[in-house]
C-alpha cells in the first residue's frame, strides 16, 4: 500500500512564504513508480480545486490563483514534491492534499497496479 506523506504548511503571513512536501512510501517490498503528482486544496466554503501537479516529463500546470506564485518540484527522480508557496495571500488559506499517480509493483507481485493516492492534508493558515 503506498503512502503520503506531508509536511509543511503552517501559519504565514501575507506576502510570505512556506513550503510543503509529499513523500510516497510503499515500505521495502513495493516498487513505486511516478506518473505525476499534484497539490489541491480546500478553503473554507469552497471545493476542491487544483494548485500544481507535475507529470514524469517534468511538465508542470498551476491553479488560476497560484500561478507565478507557487512552484511545484520534484526531487531527482524520487517521489516526492515540493510545493513552494511565496506572495502568500489571505485567500491561499485551505487544507493542501497531496496526490500521487503512481504504478507500483509488490515483491513477488507479476502485475503493475496504477493507482491514485491522496495524502491526509495539512492546514495552510495564512494570517496578519
Known amino acids: 500500500q503506498v503512502q503520503l506523506v506531508e509536511s509543511g504548511g503552517g501559519l504565514g503571513q501575507p506576502g510570505g512564504s512556506l513550503r510543503l512536501s509529499c513523500a510516497a512510501s510503499g515500505g521495502s517490498d513495493i516498487d513505486i513508480n511516478f506518473n505525476a503528482m499534484a497539490w489541491y486544496r480546500r478553503g473554507p466554503g469552497r471545493q476542491r480545486e487544483l494548485v500544481a501537479a507535475?507529470?514524469?516529463?517534468?511538465?508542470?500546470t498551476y491553479g488560476e490563483y497560484v500561478e507565478g506564485r507557487f512552484t511545484i518540484s520534484r526531487e531527482n527522480f524520487e517521489n516526492t514534491v515540493h510545493l513552494q508557496m511565496n506572495s502568500l495571500e489571505f485567500g491561499d488559506t485551505a487544507v493542501y492534499y497531496c496526490?500521487?499517480?503512481?504504478?507500483?509493483?509488490?515483491?513477488?507481485?507479476?502485475?503493475?497496479?496504477?493507482?491514485?493516492?491522496w495524502g491526509q492534508g495539512t492546514q495552510v493558515t495564512v494570517a496578519s
Open positions: 507535475i507529470n514524469l516529463h517534468g511538465t508542470t
Open positions: 496526490f500521487g499517480d503512481f504504478t507500483s509493483r509488490a515483491v513477488g507481485d507479476d502485475r503493475d497496479r496504477r493507482a491514485a493516492y
